[in-house]
């Protein structure tokens, strides 16, 4: 179909060159940093608060958002994007607060630790010890601990499918399903051949560019022989069976578009039950670009349908 118009716009607008050197991660920080939307201008949520973590003298932060006074509500986890890299609490406060209101669940984001100063698997263990605390500490937190799930975009995304293999495998504690927003399943580096189109067609002029992708995996995954390991890129799991009922959503005009489809299509092959919608017209990181158009519409809707509906 084309990009959508406001897409067009919106890509004409920020000045791009594809040839100059990828910023630093402190800049890439710095830059996100400063399009921070002010808290006065931030939909409200019934109750948002910040807490520690425990875990092995490391303390995670979590931000807690509370929608209404109801007990034992229902629990996503939401693990923000940002190549592994970049990304924090208030980078995705928008779209947690969303997801709060509209959902009527608690949800829970997690300030996981990132690379390159803390390389795989720093951050998806946090993402997992906080999901594990969750459930056990779920009397605390009101919850329902037969309906936690797990939710991300991009590399929280590759984060919410790893946690539900890593609650299979190590036995605890349940998922009760995951949303994967745009995700990355597999490590790649772009001097490598790729079998995914998406790279070729879109890996340019779409804001996420295969460069960027190639060069997050490398901050994130400095030590090449676990690049395929099943916890760093789930797409290479012999065995993905037995794993909670999943939703991917995936752009049209994005790199990781491909990747984000065949895992669809492996789970569906390993008897899990799965959802794969694909929004034309627009680009990586939608939901959180364009909340209020069409595209973000339809896709808070899916989310909401998917996470209430009874298995």
């Excluded at 919608?277 to 899916?302: K, N, P, V």
Aim: overall charge negative.
């Amino acid at each position: 179909m084309g990009l959508r118009p406001h897409v067009k716009s919106f890509l004409e607008s920020i000045p791009s060159d594809d040839s100059a050197s990828i910023p630093s991660v402190v800049e890439l920080r710095h830059n996100q940093k400063s399009r921070s939307v002010p808290l006065d201008q931030r939909p409200p949520v019934w109750k948002v608060e910040d807490i520690l973590v425990p875990e092995n003298g490391w303390k995670i932060p979590i931000r807690i958002y509370t929608p209404n006074m109801h007990h034992k509500l229902p629990l996503l986890l939401y693990f923000h994007g940002g190549g592994f890299s970049i990304g924090s609490l208030e980078s995705h406060d928008l779209i947690c607060r969303r997801l709060a209101n509209e959902l009527g669940w608690k949800i829970i984001a997690v300030d996981y630790r990132l690379a390159p100063e803390n390389p795989f698997p720093s951050g998806v263990e946090d993402c997992y010890a906080v999901t594990q605390w969750c459930s056990t500490n779920a009397p605390l937190l009101d919850i329902n601990s037969s309906m936690i799930a797990v939710a991300g975009d991009s590399s929280g995304g590759n984060f919410a499918t790893v946690v539900s293999m890593m609650a299979r495998d190590r036995g605890t504690p349940p998922i009760y399903k995951q949303v994967l927003i745009c995700p990355n399943t597999e490590y790649y580096q772009s001097h490598i051949p790729t079998k995914y189109e998406s790279y070729m067609e879109c890996g340019s002029k779409y804001l996420t560019t295969d460069r960027g992708i190639s060069q997050f995996w490398t901050w994130y995954m400095p030590n090449i022989n676990e690049a395929h390991h099943p916890y760093a890129s789930p797409m290479d799991a012999q065995d993905l069976s037995n794993l909670p009922p999943a939703l991917i959503l995936t752009a049209e005009y994005d790199p990781l578009r491909d990747e984000g489809e065949t895992y669809a299509r492996r789970l569906h092959e390993s008897g899990v039950s799965v959802r794969s919608i694909r929004y034309e017209g627009t680009i990586h990181g939608f939901l959180g670009l364009f909340a209020d158009e069409e595209e973000g519409q339809q896709a808070y809707s899916a989310i909401t349908h998917f996470l209430k509906r009874s298995q």
